[in-house]
């Protein structure tokens, strides 16, 4: 039996199925490639270019492969881009969310894992946040992947179909070994624009508002390394296969969190360069302050998080950048 998992050429997903391969697991990828990269899949797994909104296609994948289960990764996640185009947010995230599930209803495939948000939650107060605290997302993006944590919830009470929603908070870091790790030349995630602002692709880098009710004055994350996360997604995978719970939901993130200029710090500190931080204003959306109660995980799935150091996500980022950036400032590329 294989998993599919969907988005699998992309940051989280590339992760994902490297820590399955890892394990011995079978998987299966699809893809796009519309923000994926080839040179991120394994050669030896299959991977089907396509459409996750496309019936026959998958039709012919659970056909083909004898699929136990589903991570379904593939997504459009930029917050900002989801305000100026929400009927394509609600396309990609929402409309084609139900192809696939259908498509496992449809095919006797009873276990599926969802890549959530903490944008569900949308305007938090600081207080550390419960998988029960009230959402009410503040972005087509957050809403367009709600919906689709309901779409599960009611699937699972009228099918044989289970269902484990994760939500995450900051993701960050990359493969410890150097196989994967964020790539892309338009990145608005905060280690990845300053790692690649200390290896010198950009010239600069904002640090948007300083005069939040924080202790620092800059806003404060839950960041969580991609291979925590990915780990997460094993327990859950093991969960659904032991467990019958038809439905469950899970914050990722390990509930503390980091300013704005503690991640600065930490990439001037480790990259060994002091380079230019601009003050700017408050990035309009950014809430003061997100973190997570991220006990649930720990208690019911028994995650244990093995790179919780700030400082390691950062190295990990670092190590990547300069692996595969080739060090060439950004205007410089074609
Ligand atoms: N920041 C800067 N300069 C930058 C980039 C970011 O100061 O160049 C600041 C932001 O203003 C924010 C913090 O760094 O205060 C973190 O910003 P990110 O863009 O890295 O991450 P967000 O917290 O905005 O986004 C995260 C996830 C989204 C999720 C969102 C909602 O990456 O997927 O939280 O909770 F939707």
């Known amino acids: 039996m294989a998993v599919l998992v969907t988005g699998g050429a992309g940051y989280i997903g590339s992760h994902m199925v490297l820590a399955l391969h ?28 396509g459409d996750i909104g496309d019936d026959a296609l998958l039709d012919r994948i659970l056909t083909t492969h004898r699929i136990d ?27 084609k969310a139900h192809h696939l599930i259908s498509a496992c209803v449809r095919h006797g495939i009873s276990r599926f894992i969802f890549s959530s948000t903490a944008a569900v939650y ?3 107060s600081g207080v550390a ?6 959402q009410k997302p503040i972005s087509p993006y957050g809403t367009s992947k709600l919906m689709v ?23 960050a870091g990359a493969d410890p070994q150097g196989r994967s790790g964020q790539s892309g030349r338009n990145a608005t995630h905060l280690i990845k624009v300053a790692v690649e602002t200390a290896l ?17 004055g800059t806003c404060i994350r839950d960041y969580i390394h991609v291979s925590d996360l990915v780990a997460a997604h094993l327990c ?56 997570a109660d991220g006990q649930a995980l720990r208690r019911d799935l028994g995650w244990q998080p093995r790179h919780e150091s700030l400082d390691e996500m950062v190295r990990h980022a670092l190590m990547w950048e300069r692996k595969h950036s080739n060090l060439q400032p950004f205007s410089a590329s074609p």
């Open 22 to 49: 890892d394990r011995g697991e079978a998987v299966v990828v699809l893809d796009d490639l519309s923000t994926g990269l080839r040179d991120r899949l394994l050669p030896d797994v299959p991977f089907v270019l």
């Open 69 to 95: 289960a589903v991570i379904h990764f593939a997504a459009r996640i930029v917050v900002p881009d989801s305000m100026t185009d929400p009927l394509g947010y609600y396309l990609n995230n929402t409309v």
């Open 122 to 124: 949308g305007e938090t």
């Open 129 to 134: 946040l419960h998988e029960t605290s009230e």
């Open 149 to 171: 944590e309901w779409m599960l919830r009611d699937t699972a009470a009228a099918h044989d179909f289970k269902a484990l929603v994760l939500r995450y908070f900051n993701v």
């Open 200 to 216: 010198g692709l950009r010239p600069h880098m904002s640090l948007f508002g300083t005069d939040y009710p924080t202790p620092d």
């Open 236 to 291: 859950g995978l093991d969960h659904l296969r032991h467990n019958p719970e038809a439905f469950s939901v899970y914050n990722c993130a390990y509930g503390r969190g980091a300013s704005v200029l503690e991640v600065i710090d930490s990439v001037k500190r480790i990259s060994g360069v002091d380079f230019t931080v601009q003050r700017a204003g408050r990035r309009p959306g950014d809430p003061a302050s997100i973190i």
